[in-house]
């Protein structure tokens, strides 16, 4: 659903921007994901940096 792809799209932005945009890219295009968090290859560090950041909006602006 819509709400869906707009979840999957800030997650990816969040990943992007701690592992290059181009990284990012070539992890889902490797694999035919929409959703780094489905990709095999992405690393832990990628994985934890992205949950830090959303529980840190979570946290100081009260949104998911």
Do not use: C, M, P
Not at 39 to 56: F, P, R, S
């Amino acid at each position: 659903t819509t709400n869906n792809n707009r979840y999957i799209a800030r997650d990816n932005a969040i990943a992007a921007y701690n592992s290059g945009l181009r990284g990012l890219k070539n992890l889902l295009d490797s694999e035919e994901e929409i959703s780094f968090w489905h990709v095999k290859g992405n690393t832990q560090e990628n994985k934890d940096y992205v949950a830090k950041i959303l529980a840190a909006r979570k946290v100081f602006f009260g949104i998911d």
